[in-house]
């Protein structure tokens, strides 16, 4: 019982973390049309932020930052690259966006390295948080749960309660 119960939990987890990801890559193709074949690199690129930041501000601060930096990057894209090519048509822009995925994949193997990073669990999340069945659950994981069904919370309520969810919904 023990196993099925923390394999759900891990399954619900992972299941969020994954809508986090695709939710940014359906939003994008669904309002600007674009298939954006780098999202996931824009992922990594958004961890290694996150990881670089948290090294010399802390865990909190890189966790606010890390997105902010992504977006921006991402903007800057979006302007200087996708704008131009999008007149071009969707060939283009598929192969605009997989060749950033690797120039992306490039660098990061340039500043950060090829192997994984040493990365800990901030020491305010490192503990558990509950025991079940005689095992103990860590709170970051439950802490990734809560913020992935925020987030999943706030983009409903954006997209269905807002006029900006409104227009948005108008230009599908």
Request: hydrophobic content about 60%; glycine content about 10%; charged content about 10%.
């Amino acid at each position: 019982m023990e196993t099925v119960v923390f394999a759900l939990l891990n399954g619900l987890i992972y299941g969020l973390l994954l809508f986090m990801l695709s939710s940014g890559l359906t939003l994008i193709f669904s309002m600007m049309g674009v298939l954006n074949m780098a999202h996931a690199s824009f992922y990594m690129l958004g961890a290694y932020f996150a990881f670089t930041l948290g090294q010399h501000t802390g865990f909190w601060f890189a966790l606010f930052l890390a997105p902010i930096c992504v977006g921006a990057a991402g903007a800057c894209v979006e302007k200087w690259g996708l704008r131009k090519v999008h007149a071009r048509g969707h060939v283009a822009e598929l192969l605009f966006t997989f060749g950033l995925a690797y120039v992306i994949e490039e660098l990061v193997k340039i500043i950060w390295g090829k192997f994984a990073v040493a990365y800990e669990i901030p020491p305010e999340l490192n503990y558990s948080l509950f025991e079940l069945f005689g095992s103990q659950y860590p709170a970051y994981r439950i802490f990734m749960l809560a913020v992935s069904i925020a987030m999943l919370a706030g983009l409903w309520y954006l997209l269905k309660r807002t006029r900006i969810g409104l227009i948005i919904q108008a230009s599908l």
